[in-house]
């Protein structure tokens, strides 16, 4: 209960002190290529219930149906605008919609699509008991994923091979050992990370960024 309050209250606040800058990029990316502002693909939420994700458009328009599901920093389906928002993670700040109407929290698991779901093992199938989130332990160690994946040919096969372990294993981390000062602690260290792509914060420096 303390930990959803405190997500409708902060999403709830922040939607509002941030929404002439929310305003601002939404300008920016329509002028910067056809399109909807809003990127609204199927994730896979608690209880395995598929809901529509907010988030804002960084692709051109109709990028999943003319390429993978993983996309490079180098992918050419990217706009101008679009390498900006998700260098800092700006493409997410819609998602604090989906905090608010109960989709997701600010801090859990990051929602997958179905496809990444299928694959989960008994284990796995943990981190559909929680709510998934904007940010988690995960989200943190791979901030920059798509810089490790530049120049790859394949990047949904690169995904599986050398992320996905390690963020299925950090989103189990997180299931395990979730409360409202850890979310509070990955909130702060997303921040510094997004800032400081070198550091790491100490309780996931030990797990190797590719395997």
């Known amino acids: 209960m303390l930990k959803r309050a405190f997500d409708i209250v902060a999403s709830a606040v922040g ?31 608690r209880g395995g219930k598929p809901f529509r994700i907010f988030k804002f458009r960084t692709m051109v328009q ?3 149906r003319i390429g993978p599901v993983s996309a490079t920093a180098s992918d050419s389906r990217i706009t101008r605008v679009g390498g900006f928002l998700r260098k800092y993670k700006l493409d997410e700040c819609p998602q604090l919609l989906d905090v608010l109407r109960g989709a997701m929290s600010l801090v859990g698991p990051r929602p997958e699509v179905a496809k990444y779901v299928d694959m989960y093992t008994e284990e796995e199938q943990a981190i559909l008991t929680v709510r998934p989130g904007i940010t988690d332990w995960a989200s943190i160690r791979h901030c920059h994923q798509g810089e490790l994946m530049k120049g790859s040919e394949d990047a949904d096969r690169f995904f599986e091979e050398k992320i996905r372990k390690t963020k299925v294993r950090l989103q189990l981390v997180y299931v395990r050992n979730h409360s409202l000062w850890v979310d509070l602690k990955i909130l702060v260290y997303t921040f510094v990370r997004i800032l400081n792509g070198r550091w790491l914060p100490p309780e996931i420096a030990q797990y190797g960024e590719l395997e």
């Open 15 to 45: 939607l509002i002190v941030l929404a002439p800058f929310l305003l601002a990029i939404a300008a920016l990316i329509k002028l910067a290529s056809p399109g909807p502002v809003f990127y609204r693909g199927e994730r896979i939420g």
């Open 62 to 64: 109709d990028a999943e």
